[in-house]
């Protein structure tokens, strides 16, 4: 598979990071959208940057951001952007939010996540696929390729959401005889797959496709995968752009089906 050039919005990445810290750091507060979700000052700043970055570089490809309501209402027929400004913004509401809020940029074509960054603002952490659909990552000026590890001899690690954790996610794991989990916010998921620090994140509750689209696209860039509830690959453009169950995995292979929600 070939990749899209994403090099042109790093900058407009660290960017939209950088307003999002200095929102954080001057103290934040949350108003709460219809879904009951909450937004803060540092979404909608986030928002503009990387708007106007893809505006910029890619005016012909249609963008569908979760800040933006209207583009919601779009329905392009090949390939798009998913744009989550700020992923994580419960986390991020939190003193204890240890960094797990990130900024997305999810490239879709044909129904799959075909390129992706994600920038993690807290950790100065950078990851994104190329042209030849391999993952790297920027950590404290050093680069580096990112690439899954295998199942460890003692067991695999799990992933669970921080905030959204449910009854589904523990009784598969227990299914799956694992132990070992840790839970983190946001897309940061993904990554922790994709640096070999983790090897399975199921996930049952609700998610949006920009949620996920460019984690996704990481992670697969990194030789992992995603699958939908069915078992087949996890795709993108369905309605609402509301995802259904998945299992993000590393080399790890789920014994166990997933609950079609």
């Not at 979700?37 to 490809?61: C, G, M, R, Y």
Request: charged share 20%.
């Amino acid at each position: 598979m070939r990749g899209i050039d994403l090099n042109c919005l790093m900058p407009a990445m660290r960017e939209a990071g950088a307003a999002i810290m200095q929102v954080k750091s001057a103290g934040v507060t949350a108003e709460y959208k219809s879904d009951a979700s909450p937004v803060t000052a540092a979404d909608h700043a986030s928002e503009a940057i990387l708007k106007a970055a893809l505006e910029t570089h890619f005016p012909n490809i249609p963008v569908i951001s979760e800040e933006h309501a209207d583009s919601h209402l779009l329905r392009p027929s090949d390939f798009y952007f998913l744009v989550d400004p700020l992923d994580g913004t419960r986390e991020f509401l939190r003193e204890d939010s240890n960094g797990n809020f990130t900024v997305n940029i999810g490239f879709v074509q044909g129904g799959m996540a075909c390129g992706g960054l994600i920038y993690v603002p807290a950790m100065d952490w950078l990851c994104w696929t190329d042209t030849a659909f391999k993952a790297h990552q920027e950590r404290g000026g050093q680069k580096s390729p990112l690439i899954i590890r295998d199942v460890p001899p003692s067991g695999a690690a799990a992933l669970a959401s921080r905030s959204h954790r449910d009854a589904m996610t523990d009784a598969f794991l227990r299914a799956e005889n694992i132990t070992d989990i840790v839970s983190a916010g946001s897309s940061l998921k993904f990554l922790l797959l994709a640096e070999g620090t983790a090897d399975i994140y199921p996930r049952f509750g609700p998610t949006m496709e920009w949620d996920t689209a460019a984690g996704e696209a990481i992670l697969r860039a990194a030789g992992g995968q995603v699958l939908a509830s069915d078992g087949t690959p996890h795709r993108y453009g369905k309605e609402g752009w509301r995802n259904g169950p998945f299992i993000a995995c590393a080399d790890y292979k789920p014994s166990c089906p997933l609950p079609a929600l």
